[in-house]
């Protein structure tokens, strides 16, 4: 098997060349550049040595992924033939998608790694004040990078203006449009604003971008959500959130949900970003609370999730097909089968939280019933059940016995949610409506008895009954 020899050119100053590989330059093998636009393109050339290059990729590809892919298998297809020397610009083992894909489909591959260009950059021109940990990150993988904002970076082979613009839509996420940037070239550097980085500077692919840490008063992130949240629970901190447990927080999740659901009632973009934080918080405030016990942390929930999402969608993140949603839901119940690993229909019941709304949870044990044909053939049945539940609280009302009464009230409710379910109406959300018209009405009521100067405690029921009746007309006018 050929030997591809991946070797690395180091900046476009020649002098920075490595011994070895200017040794490798001129042993005679077939050397492939990935550019000709680079200095040591230019020194071989001087010395009449032979050397080819990918430039005639970059005419076709349509991005670069695309790109690199072509190049890599143009590096394979040659090394079929003989042993292959592909040079790159800058170190050889960081930044070039085309090395990468080399390495993982080709086994007999070797890098001699070369001076990091944009290391050789940041010194040459950034010599003080850059902190330890800096985070290098190739422009072309920035998008799915995990950026860690109070760390200074380096950004390299930024290419053209695109890159720069597609760089600066990525990092606004993350940084305001003034936080301070130096854009690095070999022979200069510019220091600017993150909105200004594609406003006409030239760059190539040994460009540099620099991206100082950020300060306490930019844009916040998941990671000092994190700190706060920590600094909160710690000595020192606050008492209340200190003295808060699982348990204790039980009740507040139940709350921020249910205004979450408000404020998409209302169609309230601000008030939804606000209660979606406010839910994130709940997340958070368990997540450290189990971080500090040594159950689990916040990156812990967020690796289950992602597998999650993706094992369940095999669709978008495998190869399967779906035509439709229908088809999306059924895969989405095998895969949950498999993962409960075949459970009995009555041990998924179970599992559906008893702390869930009762409406809710009655709604999907009665789905999961109908799943496997457990279900009413006819709207009439439904109806006929409401009546023989209806008649037995009556049965019960009238012989006193109240436990009994409770039983069948259940029953009755259950019965309703399952007439609410044959018609595709969530019960949750058909009781909230009525109670909602109830409350109107009721308002109406009270305006009315105080526009004449009166109150609740002067009136009888019959005479509050009038007052109803007149509150639901108005209400049906307007309806």
Not at 31 to 43: D, L, M, N
Not at 238 to 261: G, T, Y
Not at 435 to 451: G, Y
């Amino acid at each position: 098997m050929n030997k591809i020899t991946i070797l690395g050119l180091g900046p476009d100053d020649i002098t920075l060349l490595t011994v070895t590989a200017n040794e490798m330059l001129q042993s005679g093998k077939r050397i492939i550049f990935r550019t000709h636009i680079c200095g040591a393109a230019e020194y071989l050339a001087e010395k009449n040595i032979k050397i080819e290059s990918c430039d005639f990729i970059y005419e076709t590809a349509e991005d670069f992924d695309a790109l690199d892919k072509s190049i890599a298998e143009h590096i394979i297809k040659l090394a079929k033939e003989e042993d292959i020397i592909y040079a790159v610009p800058g170190s050889g083992i960081y930044g070039d998608g085309s090395v990468d894909m080399i390495c993982s489909m080709y086994k007999n591959t070797e890098i001699i790694a070369g001076v990091s260009a944009g290391e050789y950059m940041l010194a040459k021109h950034l010599p003080h004040g850059v902190s330890e940990g800096i985070v290098k990150i190739p422009a072309s993988v920035l998008s799915d990078a995990v950026i860690n904002t109070r760390l200074p970076m380096i950004i390299t082979s930024l290419d053209d203006q695109y890159t720069l613009t597609e760089i600066k839509i990525v990092l606004s996420e993350k940084y305001s449009d003034e936080h301070p940037v130096t854009l690095i070239n070999e022979n200069d550097k510019k220091d600017i604003m993150l909105f200004e980085i594609d406003r006409g500077h030239n760059v190539s692919h040994t460009s540099i971008l620099y991206i100082s840490p950020k300060k306490n008063d930019e844009k916040y992130d998941l990671y000092d959500l994190l700190k706060i949240f920590r600094r909160l629970r710690s000595p020192g901190g606050c008492p209340w959130d200190r003295e808060q447990d699982h348990k204790s927080l039980k009740r507040h999740l139940i709350e921020e949900c249910a205004e979450v659901l408000d404020a998409i009632d209302k169609n309230d973009m601000n008030e939804l970003m606000d209660e979606l934080g406010d839910v994130l918080l709940q997340v958070m405030f368990h997540s450290v609370i189990a971080e500090e016990r040594g159950d689990f942390d916040i990156y812990s929930v967020i690796e289950n999730l992602s597998n999650k999402l993706i094992v369940r969608h095999p669709h978008v993140f495998g190869n399967v097909d779906v035509n439709n949603s229908e088809e999306v839901l059924h895969n989405w119940d095998e895969i949950k089968k498999k993962q409960r690993n075949n459970k009995s229909e009555a041990e998924i019941m179970k599992k559906y939280p008893k702390n869930l709304n009762a409406l809710i949870r009655a709604q999907k044990v009665q789905e999961r019933a109908a799943k496997v044909g457990f279900d009413w053939d006819s709207m009439e049945g439904v109806i006929d059940k409401i009546r023989e539940e209806l008649d037995e609280v009556i049965v019960e009302y009238k012989q006193n016995n109240e436990q009994n009464l409770r039983e069948e009230l259940g029953d009755l409710l259950f019965a309703v949610v399952n007439m609410c379910r044959m018609y595709d109406m969530l019960s949750e959300f058909v009781l909230n409506e009525s109670t909602n018209k109830f409350i109107d009405r009721f308002e109406t009521m009270e305006k009315d008895i105080k526009s004449e100067n009166l109150s609740f405690s002067e009136l009888s029921l019959e005479q509050m009954d009038i007052f109803w009746e007149n509150a639901k007309n108005k209400a049906e006018k307007t309806e």
